[in-house]
């Protein structure tokens, strides 16, 4: 029997995990990071309160594929805009964004009017996650 080498989903993917605002939870946040380390992807993350230009500033010297923000303190409409408008500021407007956390689900269009190319919450599974966050970064499986 031959082996087959399978290429995780997100191989070669740089993204930047984030915690803007005042939240100070961020277990959600790593475990996401793990999962996206598991599919494959160089994940960095950021800990926890920093500000959309610190994000910005990072993700752009990092030259990183996608940015994850988890927010959790019900500020994710500012804080979306202004990460978005700091990454467009420092010449990385192609970065990806995506949010998690505590998003009541009347933002969703909002926040996808600012740009943003996935929005999750608690409910989703991890594999739904990896798999759209994939599919945004338009990696194909091997």
């Not at 949010?99 to 190319?117: A, K, N, Q, S």
């Amino acid at each position: 029997m031959t082996a087959t080498l399978q290429i995780p989903v997100l191989y070669r993917k740089r993204i930047l995990i984030a915690k803007p605002g005042l939240d100070g939870h961020d277990v959600g946040a790593k475990v996401i990071a793990l999962a996206l380390r598991d599919a494959g992807a160089e994940v960095i993350y950021t800990g926890l309160r920093k500000s959309p230009e610190y994000i910005a500033r990072v993700a752009a010297e990092e030259d990183v594929d996608a940015v994850g923000l988890s927010v959790l303190s019900g500020s994710h409409r500012e804080l979306v805009a202004q990460t978005i408008a700091c990454l467009r500021e420092a010449g990385a407007g192609e970065i990806k964004v995506f949010v998690g956390g505590t998003i009541p689900g009347e933002d969703f269009d909002y926040l996808r009017g600012l740009g943003v190319c996935g929005i999750y919450t608690s409910a989703m599974q991890l594999d739904a996650v990896v798999a759209s966050v994939a599919d945004a970064l338009a990696v194909r499986p091997a």
